[in-house]
């Protein structure tokens, strides 16, 4: 009985993958390293490659694996590009999810988890979010995972899928020095190569209202992610209810202006970042219950701002992703 990880090459599936190790569940990796990297991928455990499109593949590593559920990681991840490719994001998003449970459905596997996003909520006007407010993606990229739900939750009603859906906030920071987050969109990275390329980080807007003027997010640590992915596989193995979908948030964020101080600290790197105008339509704060996933999916915050930070540092520095010397 083998769990299949697709996107397991890349920073969050490797991740999750090596939770499942800890946890003495057997997995298998499907990636077509688009955003991947082979050496994320524990030598002992067997690698696929290839894409969630390729519905010949997925059939053949299933059945060459014995899989008996899938935790579905893959995808394309970048909201603000997506507005730019809605049809790659949509290939990518949905017929490959789609292509994935129709593999699933061929040969038996009913149960998955699906990793979506706090996309699917747009810009919520509420202070903190929790699975009910209402459903606005504002991207392609938003609107994809959100179909996504809805085709699991269709293949549930039709076929008796069992599912769950983990809504992902801000992932950083790193469980162990050889994963890193190599995304040219994402904060700490974008912060991590100005800085090591001596450039000023920059804030976009200070004038929010906020208790230091900088927008507030919610910045979860990708192990205690991961860890969650395992306590949802065990409860479908286990046969265990489900919610159909969770908030994986911390209740509370941190503000950008906190961020870029507990960077400073952490590198040792003194920076007073530049301030430049608002994006259009950034909210004050998004922030998400996890209430619903801490009673069902032993999901906790385990690390604070400062290991999140100085976790995702150390690997930034190894894997000389822009490299420094030490």
């Not at 083998?2 to 990636?31: C, E, N, Q």
């Not at 449970?101 to 706090?118: H, T």
Request: charged share 20%; glycine share 10%; hydrophobic share 40%.
């Amino acid at each position: 009985m083998t769990w299949l990880v697709t996107g397991g090459a890349g920073y969050i599936g490797s991740h999750v993958v090596r939770a499942l190790l800890d946890a003495d569940l057997r997995t298998v990796v499907l990636d077509d390293l688009s955003t991947g990297h082979t050496d994320f991928v524990p030598p002992e455990v067997p690698f696929v490659r290839g894409s969630i499109l390729d519905g010949a593949l997925l059939l053949d590593t299933i059945a060459d694996h014995d899989v008996s559920g899938v935790i579905h990681v893959a995808g394309f991840k970048y909201a603000g590009v997506s507005v730019k490719e809605p049809l790659h994001t949509y290939q990518q998003n949905v017929t490959g999810t789609a292509t994935l449970l129709a593999a699933m459905e061929s040969k038996g596997v009913d149960r998955i988890v699906f990793s979506s996003s706090a996309a699917v909520y747009g810009t919520p006007h509420t202070d903190l979010v929790t699975e009910a407010t209402p459903k606005a993606p504002a991207s392609p990229y938003g609107e994809s995972k959100l179909i996504g739900e809805w085709l699991l939750a269709d293949q549930g009603v039709a076929r008796g899928l069992r599912h769950t859906s983990l809504r992902y906030f801000n992932v950083v920071g790193s469980g162990d020095p050889a994963l890193y987050d190599s995304s040219p969109h994402n904060l700490f990275p974008l912060v991590f190569t100005a800085l090591l390329e001596g450039r000023t980080p920059r804030i976009n807007g200070d004038d929010y209202s906020t208790p230091d003027g900088t927008n507030v997010r919610d910045y979860i640590h990708v192990a205690d992610l991961a860890a969650s992915h395992v306590a949802a596989a065990r409860r479908l193995d286990a046969g265990e209810p489900v919610e159909s979908a969770y908030n994986l948030g911390s209740g509370s964020g941190s503000s950008v202006g906190e961020i870029m101080r507990a960077i400073a600290d952490a590198t040792g790197i003194d920076f007073t970042p530049e301030i430049g105008p608002r994006r259009p339509g950034d909210p004050d704060r998004i922030v998400a219950s996890g209430e619903l996933a801490a009673r069902d999916l032993d999901w906790r915050m385990r690390h604070t701002l400062r290991e999140m930070v100085e976790s995702q540092w150390i690997a930034t520095r190894r894997a000389g992703e822009p490299s420094v010397a030490d």
